[in-house]
């Protein structure tokens, strides 16, 4: 059975830093494009990042360019967003989530329940 | 960026009515729609892409259309399990873009 699961989250100040984790089951990530998306409380859904299947490509929403890294574990079958200088307005649940081919640039086909990450002083 | 407007934002109905939700793109996108529904700490789910293909094991009730600004999503006849958000993707232009989502809730 295909399946994302999200962790990591938490409660971080603002400046701190996070690593959130999306493990893959059912399929190997490194033959698909991964996305990161998040939803702030009472908003909708806001693309975050994304990596292409092969490494080579990597993409960021302008908000968070310079502070947020995609990465990828082949060992472990395992997604990760490495989260830095962590601001209050990047509180939000993360999702992370497959495409069905190669080409990042498409729908996403496969989803996880997410994990909350909490910014405050 | 395509901004995505979908309509209503919250959608009363009871279970066997029929519901049609909007999705409204800000520049023409062709058919490169998706539509999925999330439910309360659950993983989203995808319903639709390609506008109007209906993903694995998605029931028959569901259907999509549309093409360059205007999308429908339909539910012939709501089942209990139906009443969630729904929310619309686009994937014809960078950056990937979703809409405000759409409520349906029992009357």
């Known amino acids: 059975q295909v399946q994302l699961v999200e962790s990591g989250g938490g409660v971080v100040q603002p400046g701190r830093s996070l690593r959130l984790s999306c493990a893959a089951s059912g399929f190997t990530l490194g033959n698909y494009g991964m996305h990161w998306v998040r939803q702030a409380p009472g908003k909708g859904l806001e693309w975050v990042a994304v990596?292409?299947?092969?490494?080579?490509?990597?993409f960021y929403t302008d908000s968070v360019k310079g502070r947020f890294t995609v990465s990828r574990d082949n060992s472990k079958n395992t997604l990760y967003l490495e989260m830095n200088s962590l601001r209050t307005e990047d509180t939000a649940v993360y999702y992370c989530a497959k495409v069905p081919g190669y080409n990042f640039w498409d729908y996403m086909d496969v989803w996880g329940k997410g994990t909350t990450v909490t910014v405050s002083s | 960026e395509i901004v995505l407007t979908q309509s209503p934002a919250t959608l009363s109905l009871s279970p066997g009515e029929p519901a049609t939700l909007s999705c409204r793109a800000s520049q023409s996108i062709g058919s490169d729609l998706a539509w999925c529904q999330q439910k309360p700490g659950q993983a989203p789910r995808l319903l639709i892409y390609a506008a109007g293909t209906r993903a694995t094991d998605i029931p028959a009730r569901f259907s999509g259309s549309g093409s360059g600004t205007e999308f429908t999503l339909s539910i012939s006849s709501l089942q209990s399990e139906d009443f969630a958000v729904y929310f619309c993707?686009?994937?014809?232009?960078?950056?990937?873009?979703f809409g405000g989502g759409t409520k349906v809730e029992i009357k």
């Open positions: 993707q686009q994937y014809n232009k960078w950056p990937l873009t």
């Open positions: 990596m292409s299947y092969d490494e080579d490509d990597h």
